[in-house]
């Protein structure tokens, strides 16, 4: 089954630093990544995924990632925080049932953001 | 447009009782996916549709829990006998389509406490 992790569960930041989000994968086959953001008494939204392609992409509110094959890694990175990012995030790869084909996400164990004014 | 809604927002019930989530997807979206989102457990998957037909329930966590969709548009998460355990946040999404690269979105919703 795929997986994924994200070893840090607070990431500290000063506003106008950049930041970086951790996430780990673990697959067999190709890797289908995706970054999500959950503010208080939020749902998840969608900020970015990596399909195929460029290993940089990009995503909404000035997000990227950078996807790293030799490390299986699919950092999130900001080039400068905003407080307003403070936030919990969860990175999560798409799991395909080789009976099924069902496809559901499964998701890292979530990021907690702070960023300080 | 409309994103994923999903009611009640926040639902409080007494263990034993049975409990009704609601999930309207995006309009057009074949695909309608539960999660729950609990302290220790993180984000683990429900259930699955494709149109009205569950392909996947393995991730129900008993037969307490059910989910049906009609029309291919709304469904509805029940819940029987809660217990306090259930108490978590249900989350709803939904996708255009069931593929590899179809992007899940989420609605905000519905925090579960059972008393």
């Known amino acids: 089954a795929q997986s994924v992790a994200q070893p840090e569960d607070q990431v500290n930041v000063a506003e106008g630093n950049p930041l970086t989000v951790k996430c780990t994968y673990s697959?067999?086959?190709?890797?289908?990544l995706f970054w999500y953001v959950q503010y208080p008494n939020r749902g998840l939204q969608f900020l970015l995924k990596?399909?195929?392609?460029?290993?940089l992409v990009k995503g909404s509110y000035g997000f990227e990632a950078e996807f790293n094959k030799s490390q299986t890694s699919f950092h999130l990175k900001k080039p400068s925080a905003l407080v307003s990012d403070s936030a919990l995030y969860f990175c999560?790869?798409?799991?395909?049932?080789?009976?099924?084909?069902?496809?559901?996400?499964?998701f890292g164990t979530g990021t907690r953001l702070l960023v300080s004014p | 447009g409309a994103g994923v809604s999903q009611s009640p927002s926040n639902k409080v019930t007494e263990k034993g009782k049975d409990v009704e989530l609601r999930c309207d997807p995006i309009?057009?979206?074949?695909?309608l996916y539960w999660y729950r989102q609990s302290l220790g457990q993180g984000l683990e998957f429900l259930i699955y549709?494709?149109?009205?037909?569950?392909?996947?329930k393995s991730g129900l966590p008993s037969d307490r829990f059910s989910a049906e969709r009609t029309g291919g548009s709304v469904s509805t998460l029940t819940i029987q006998r809660t217990q306090q355990e259930d108490s978590a946040v249900y989350l709803c999404?939904?996708?255009?389509?069931?593929?590899?690269?179809?992007?899940?979105?989420f609605g905000p919703g519905t925090r579960l406490t059972v008393l």
């Open positions: 999404a939904s996708s255009l389509r069931a593929g590899i690269t179809d992007t899940q979105y």
């Open positions: 697959v067999s086959g190709n890797p289908y």
């Open positions: 990596y399909i195929t392609g460029d290993n």
């Open positions: 999560a790869v798409r799991d395909r049932d080789g009976n099924t084909g069902f496809q559901k996400l499964v």
């Open positions: 309009s057009g979206h074949t695909a």
């Open positions: 549709f494709q149109g009205n037909s569950a392909p996947d």
